[in-house]
């Protein structure tokens, strides 16, 4: 399936307007929101193996601290574009406002193929990058995390070249790290942890069991994979799973811990024994109970948005649905839990390692695990009540709160001189 190119900073600038009517924010607040407060483009010239320099274009965005440094992940890949960053830097503000931790949207991105680059060439890579983001990184000015195609490894680089800089260890600098670094329990299946709650709490609503409901994932990455096993752990039945290469179905149910290692020896999830292939596109179509997109934007357009047959979409990735695509779903009484809310437990576990690394602790996964599910369910039931008692959407829903809270930060603080 060819995706539609829809610029996802369009997308955010017409959520952001569209709510802010609905909220009637104040037309100032408004205007600074449409905005980051700063964007970095920074030329990575890079040695590769082969003695050849390569320069690559990097950036980070930071959309607004209003409520607290700035947070958001880093990522590598070759469609990586400002508008993509900007917009993935407004979400996240969003996203810490609805799950209510203190922290502001930020977003990093690197042009480039991690595919085609060696693990050498990849530390080059991200230690030049940190260098030229010295000046505006930092744990009380923005703290980087993992994203699309960067990991635990890079996560150490970050902190290693940081620390090197400040000539002394600043684990605080980035989340996500591996954990004998100071990274914390539970951070790496963290978004996917929220996303199954996520899970669990709409199905409850909507008078399904989780035991037996159908599921089909798009994306088999870190947030994929860990959602499959986590939902096939709770008794899901998991129907389908992709990678970029294409996707796999098995209507009586697949084993994602059995896909996981036909992935690591295979390096895709495709030809699994006792699966039918099929493609990314037919994947979305099928008919399941919960279809989770855990790749990419603009994967839920409005061309396939009829087709779709899942009862409930719960956004692991950032964006995959495009705003006419939402509107056919919604028409069709699909259940849509939004990224800002269904994706927040990966920025909310990056806060406790964050606290974690300030109060120089170490927290049991169950601790973790016990912050991360109430925070979520407070957040998902914050929106879930308002969507009831308003009768709208979680999207529309889960905007206005986020977007109020940021609107009213601003507010409190006064614009400065
Ligand atoms: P990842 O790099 O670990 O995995 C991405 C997966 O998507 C890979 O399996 C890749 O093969 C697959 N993919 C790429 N293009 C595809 C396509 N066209 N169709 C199907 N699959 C495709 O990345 P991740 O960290 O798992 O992130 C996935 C999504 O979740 C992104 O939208 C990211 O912004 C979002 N997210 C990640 C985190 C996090 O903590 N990592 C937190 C919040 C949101």
Redesign the pocket.
């Known amino acids: 399936?060819d995706?539609e190119r829809i610029d996802p900073l369009t997308v955010a600038l017409e959520q952001l307007r569209t709510t802010a009517e609905r909220i009637d924010l104040d037309s100032n607040i408004y205007e600074i929101l449409k905005y980051p407060k700063q964007s970095l483009v920074v030329s990575i010239p890079i040695k590769l193996d082969n003695g050849k320099v390569s320069v690559f274009t990097g950036c980070r965005v930071q959309h607004n601290d209003a409520r607290g440094p700035f947070k958001g992940?880093i990522?590598y890949?070759p469609d990586v574009t400002l508008n993509e960053i900007r917009a993935?830097a407004m979400w996240m503000t969003w996203?810490c406002a609805v799950v209510d931790i203190p922290y502001g949207g930020a977003k990093g991105g690197v042009c480039c193929d991690p595919k085609e680059l060696s693990k050498e060439e990849l530390e080059r890579l991200t230690r030049r990058y940190v260098s030229a983001l010295m000046d505006i990184i930092g744990p009380f000015r923005d703290v980087p995390?993992?994203?699309?195609?960067?990991?635990e490894q890079i996560m150490a680089w970050i902190m290693d070249t940081y620390s090197r800089f400040k000539g002394y260890s600043v684990p605080e600098c980035v989340t996500?790290k591996p954990i004998i670094l100071g990274g914390s329990e539970g951070?790496?299946e963290?978004?996917s942890r929220g996303v199954i709650i996520c899970v669990r709490e709409t199905t409850g609503r909507l008078g399904l069991k989780m035991k037996g409901a159908t599921v089909a994932v798009?994306?088999?990455?870190?947030?994929?994979?860990?959602a499959a096993r986590i939902a096939y752990d709770m008794g899901c039945r998991v129907i389908a799973v992709?990678?970029?290469?294409?996707?796999i179905h098995c209507e009586e149910g697949l084993n994602p811990y059995k896909v996981y290692e036909h992935?690591e020896k295979n390096g895709?999830?495709v030809d699994y024994k006792g699966c039918e292939n099929v493609t990314?596109g037919e994947?979305l179509e099928l008919k399941c109970d919960i279809l989770i997109?855990?790749?990419?934007?603009n994967?839920l357009m409005k061309a396939t948005a009829g087709s779709i047959r899942a009862r409930i979409i719960v956004e692991?990735?950032?964006?995959?649905t495009t705003p006419e695509a939402d509107k056919i779903l919604q028409e069709k009484g699909v259940f849509v839990v939004p990224?800002i809310l269904a994706?927040?437990?990966?920025?909310t576990v990056?806060y406790l390692e964050w606290v974690q690394n300030l109060e120089r602790e170490h927290w049991s996964l169950e601790e973790v695990n016990r912050k991360l599910e109430s925070k979520m369910l407070k957040a998902f039931n914050d929106v879930y009540e308002t969507a009831t008692k308003e009768k709208s959407d979680m999207r529309t829903v889960a905007l206005m709160l986020g977007i109020g809270r940021v609107g009213e930060a601003i507010k409190t603080l006064g614009i400065w001189p």
């Open positions: 399936m995706a992940g990522r890949h993935l996203k995390a993992p994203d699309v195609y960067t990991d996500g951070r790496t963290a978004t798009q994306g088999f990455g870190t947030v994929g994979w860990n992709s990678d970029s290469r294409g996707a992935k895709s999830v990314n994947l997109p855990a790749a990419l934007e994967q692991a990735a950032n964006g995959p990224d994706n927040a437990g990966g920025a990056s």
